[in-house]
T-cell receptor, first 109, second 112 residues
Framework: EDKVVQSPLSLVVHEGDTVTLNCSYE??????LLWYKQEKKAPTFLFML????IEKKSGRLSSILDKKELSSILNITATQTGDSAIYLC?????????FGKGTSLLVTP | DGGITQSPKYLFRKEGQNVTLSCEQN?????MYWYRQDPGQGLRLIYY???????QKGDIAEGYSVSREKKESFPLTVTSAQKNPTAFYLC???????????FGPGTRLTVT
């Protein structure tokens, strides 16, 4: 059975801190790993990772995939209160996405 | 403006009634998906469709039905056979099944 596990499940940090969110997976026919940010409603797409070791960056967010360790991390530097959200990791295997339960991040002023 | 729309945003139904959730996209995407999200849970796939007039069951299809008569539209019917229908329902689309998915704003269904 395909499995995607995110850790930690929740996290509280102060504005300006750097956070690292983890995602590990066990799937057959791995195709890609995706990160989404979910605020009050629908998830918005952040990154898609297919190759091991290549970092993707967007502003203060970055992510990297380690296919050997079957894992990925999402880093957020200089956190802001607007980063408060649930961060979802999803692994594409076959026809659709398998989602982890998410990491709930709260950034306090 | 390109995007995915879902309606209604909130829906209330009595137990035993069927209800249909709408999902429309104008992104010219071939693939469309329905997910369900429960509190503290990840998204779980209900149904997906790779092309018009074709759809496949996901992990939790029991109690749900879909149709894909037009490329832009993928409505989901929650039938009375679905034991725990109260949830947040998300529709997504992608260029095809190998591309990243984009999500609609969701419909929160409450059945009492």
């Amino acid at each position: 059975e395909d499995k995607v596990v995110q850790s930690p499940l929740s996290l509280v940090v102060h504005e300006g801190d750097t956070v690292t969110l983890n995602c590990s997976y066990e799937v057959t026919n791995f195709r890609s790993l995706l990160w989404y940010k979910q605020e009050k409603k629908a998830p918005t797409f952040l990154f898609m990772l297919t190759s091991s070791g290549i970092e993707k960056k967007s502003g203060r967010l970055s992510s990297i995939l380690d296919k050997k360790e079957l894992s990925s991390i999402l880093n957020i530097t200089a956190t802001q209160t607007g980063d408060s959200a649930i961060y979802l990791c999803a692994v594409e295997a076959g026809y659709a996405l398998n989602f982890g339960k998410g990491t709930s991040l709260l950034v306090t002023p | 403006d390109g995007g995915i729309t879902q309606s209604p945003k909130y829906l209330f139904r009595k137990e035993g009634q069927n209800v249909t959730l709408s999902c429309e996209q104008n992104l010219n995407h071939d693939a469309m998906y329905w997910y369900r999200q429960d509190p503290g849970q990840g998204l779980r796939l209900i149904y997906y469709s790779q092309i018009v007039n074709d759809f496949q069951k996901g992990d939790i299809a029991e109690g749900y039905s879909v149709s894909r008569e037009k490329k832009e539209s993928f409505p989901l019917t929650v039938t009375s056979a679905q034991k725990n229908p109260t949830a947040f329902y998300l529709c997504a689309s992608s260029r095809d099944i190998f591309y990243e998915q984009y999500f609609g704003p969701g419909t929160r269904l409450t059945v009492t």
